[in-house]
């Protein structure tokens, strides 16, 4: 601590004085000129690089290409898969009628699509296998939507084999006639009432609705089932070719 009265040497900065002071310090010597110090220029905080930032503006179109790639190339194995399922029908009945059963089997399948999108429950696009038919997936409903997605099959697959019929009767074609029989027989063995085919899944559905207090729509899905059956049974008689025929 300094003593009271003296003055300490660094007492007053450089370029200051008290008043009357002559230009030189209180020590007697010449003061130093002081210049100020030069203004800096504004100059912001840059904070580091963000690579978090960066990398998810870089990944984010990527990740959107990838996904749209790969929504692609499920549809592409969806369309695809129809001409995989005409080379291996072509294998044993020619190329023509390879094309026309395929196209029979995807009417049967867009029936089922196009209820299935009627009823809100999401149905993906068909997908085929040779020898085994097609499938569409959709979220399954309660029963009665199921009778009605599964039973809408064969019935818009029996009007297209009616179709076919029509037209082997005003061209008197054998081929026609064969293709629209085969049609019919398609859409009535998937009627069968068990497993995995159409017919079992109405009856499964029939059965919860009866015992599940739902006996008119039951009653319902029993008269959808026979009546569609019944109509590509008499598709079948009619467009029935003899082998003599063929």
Known sequence: MDRPGVVARDAYPPGMHEPGDDGNDIWGRPREPHEPEPLRDYDPIHPGTNWRARLSKISGPIVAVGIALLKFSFIAVKF????????AYALIWGWKFA????????????????????????PKLPVFIPFLGAYVAYTRGHPWQTVRVAIAGPILGGAAAFVIYLLAQSRDSDFLFALAYFGFFLNLFNLIPFGIFDGGAVWRSARFLRFGGGRNLAIASYALYFATAAMLVLGMVASHVPQDRL
């Open 99 to 122: 094309i026309g059963v395929v196209v029979l089997i995807f009417v049967h399948e867009l029936g089922h699509y196009i209820e299935a999108k009627r009823e809100g429950l999401n």
């Open 80 to 87: 695809f898969s129809i001409f995989i399922a005409v080379a």
